[in-house]
């Protein structure tokens, strides 16, 4: 039977300009659902990199999953498989960053300084003297009920084709999305967080035990919701565990964020991949 946190703690987190150690460490711990930092990199910058965006060639995902994507991720490959693609796609993504002050960068940092206050260690997933992908620009494109269907990112860290890469680790803990707005449309496109988190039993009766996605909208019916719109230039955090969506955006708009993944490998280190 789904799981959900308590009313009084599904709200949305938020600061202004910085990300601060508390709200970081709650959605880490999986006690908020959602953690909201505004204005933390410029429109320009924005701007700047959906110009780079729209004159590099995104790629069309071929996994069944809507969308386009310049970067490496990890979601239904092999370990191997991964890394590979994070090699061949690393001068897209320095490319789509270029004229900017690699904002990317400045996430990380920030990240790395506010779990060090803590005494954590950030630093990206590795396998076999291999890192992973710093982000990946990603916009969600299915025409239906949404942009991108209900799912949760737990599942994807257990398929049996990673076993041994130690992302695998952050399955009995939270994993958790960071995302930086770059596009977005200030009424459409929001991302939906449902306070229910599937069991095993209810991932094998879907068939989604190893992938997460996607998951019938009745599924999400009636249940408390957040709807979170970001501007460009916010950082919005998804707690992975619990089902989430994106809204359908108007024909013709084009939603971009660049993305990547966070969490506990142990009790002393918080690791991030694509």
Not at 107 to 127: C, D, M
Not at 248 to 257: A, I, V
Request: aromatic content about 8%; charged content about 20%.
């Amino acid at each position: 039977m789904s799981t959900h946190l308590c009313s009084n703690s599904f709200r949305l987190e938020q600061s202004e300009g910085s990300i601060k150690t508390d709200p970081l460490l709650a959605i880490l711990r999986g006690s908020s659902p959602a953690y909201l930092v505004k204005h933390v990199v410029s429109k320009t910058e924005c701007d700047q990199i959906w110009q780079n965006f729209q004159r590099l060639s995104a790629q069309r995902r071929h996994d069944h999953v809507p969308g386009i994507h310049i970067g490496g991720f990890h979601y239904g490959k092999t370990t191997d498989e991964y890394f590979v693609e994070v090699e061949e796609n690393r001068p897209g993504t320095t490319e789509l960053l270029m004229g900017t002050s690699d904002p990317i960068s400045a996430i990380h940092e920030a990240l790395g300084s506010a779990l060090k206050q803590q005494t954590y260690a950030y630093r990206p997933a590795s396998s076999l003297g291999r890192e992973a992908g710093r982000f990946i620009a990603r916009s969600w494109t299915d025409a239906g009920e949404y942009a991108l269907a209900p799912h949760e990112d737990r599942s994807q860290l257990q398929h049996p084709a990673q076993r041994g890469f130690e992302i695998q680790q952050v399955a009995n803990k939270t994993v958790v999305g960071v995302n930086l707005c770059i596009r977005s449309n200030d009424q459409r496109g929001a991302l939906l967080v449902w306070n229910t988190r599937p069991d095993e039993e209810e991932r094998l009766s879907l068939g989604v035990q190893h992938l997460g996605y996607p998951y019938p909208s009745s599924f999400v019916k009636d249940q408390e919701c957040l709807r979170i719109l970001p501007e460009p230039g916010d950082i919005y955090c998804v707690n992975g565990t619990l089902l989430h969506a994106v809204e359908k955006q108007n024909t013709g708009e084009t939603r971009l964020s660049l993305s990547f993944i966070i969490g506990f490998i142990d009790d002393a280190t918080v690791v991030y991949w694509t």
